[in-house]
């Protein structure tokens, strides 16, 4: 899994299996502007599961 883009943001994953904890790490013009924090379960996060945080993100702050 690796970084995304929409709207010209990136979302960059990070998480550790050992610690069933993940972040997903926010950058507009290659400026760090947010972090947001997550749980999950298995050998690494679900695909729908970051969808989901970067759709919410996206339209908490009004960018859709």
């Given amino acids: ?5 929409r709207d010209g943001y990136i979302f960059d994953i990070e998480y550790s299996v050992i610690h069933q904890k993940g972040a997903l790490h926010v950058y ?5 502007v947010d972090e947001l924090t997550f749980t999950f379960a298995g050998e690494k996060p679900n695909e729908q599961q970051i969808e989901t945080l970067i759709d919410d ?8």
Avoid: N
């Fill in 1 to 5: 899994m690796g970084a995304m883009e």
């Fill in 28 to 32: 507009r013009d290659g400026v760090l």
């Fill in 57 to 64: 993100y996206m339209e908490k702050h009004g960018i859709y």
